[in-house]
């Protein structure tokens, strides 16, 4: 099982992650490689701020 | 007319709006928002206000639409643009970015305005029709992946691979549009 993953790789994992849960192994290679990159944290917040747009979305269009 | 057809007449636009959000076809939008408008005055209800019966309307839509979406699966198909792969635009080769991700700042800012929800809006509706579908299943409808899957025929990595590139997709268009002007 590989363990150091390229961005791209965990981009594709973070994003699989928000359908599907993530076998253990992924969690922490993708926890592993945040601690270690400049960059994909800064990807994982504009995720998670995507992710309460849909939501406050959704509400929105229901009320 | 009586209050609760012209409410309803009222509503209408906003039933049509995410139905075709959802569906991407004019025809059947308008037929899920006919069947929706039907059920509404087979059993007409009092509200409080006209929010209240919003709600109601969009939770009767909802199903609707799932009932379109089973009726014209097979006509579902995928457009060029929904074969596109944002990945080699964000990363090289080696799969380091290409350009770093800009930091959105704090997310209560943009959260909380309505015209940021207009560019989301804007920006789902951008998203090419059969990524948009899945998208809107998925976060809008609040179905589930086994659930599309089945609904649609489709496997559980077509899923994916499409949410993942609608994802990227909105993505590109928030940052274009919003984050990239503030």
């Known amino acids: ?3 150091m993953h390229s961005c791209k790789e965990v981009t594709h994992l973070a994003l699989q992650a928000l359908d599907e849960p993530l076998p253990l192994g992924d969690r922490a290679a993708i926890r592993f490689h945040l601690w270690i990159c400049k960059y994909c944290p800064t990807f994982m917040r504009q995720v998670e701020l995507m992710q309460k747009a849909n939501e406050r979305w959704r509400r929105y269009s229901e009320e | ?49 006209r929010s209240q019966l919003k709600t109601w309307l969009i939770g009767i839509l909802k199903h609707k639409l799932v009932d379109q979406v089973r009726r014209n699966s097979r006509e579902m198909s995928l457009t060029a643009e929904d074969g596109e792969d944002l990945d080699e635009s964000l990363f090289r ?19 909380n305005q309505v015209d940021f929800m207009r560019v989301l809006e804007a920006c789902v509706e951008n998203l090419p029709g059969q990524q948009g579908r899945l998208f809107m299943m998925r976060e809008w409808m609040e179905l589930d992946t086994a659930e599309i899957c089945k609904l649609l025929s489709i496997s559980p990595t077509n899923l994916w691979v499409m949410l993942h590139r609608a ?10 549009n919003w984050f990239a002007t503030k």
């Open chain 2, 167 to 176: 994802r990227l997709r909105l993505r590109e268009c928030l940052q274009l």
């Open chain 2, 1 to 49: 007319m009586n209050s609760f057809a012209a409410d309803l007449e009222t509503l209408r636009p906003v039933l049509l709006k995410y139905a075709q959000l959802q569906l991407r076809n004019s025809a059947w939008a308008e037929d899920a928002v006919s069947e929706v408008l039907l059920a509404a005055l087979e059993k007409p209800q009092n509200f409080a206000g």
């Open chain 2, 93 to 111: 080769p080696d799969g380091h970015w290409r350009e770093p991700p800009q930091d959105w700042g704090d997310p209560t800012h943009c959260l």
């Open chain 1, 1 to 3: 099982m590989k363990f």
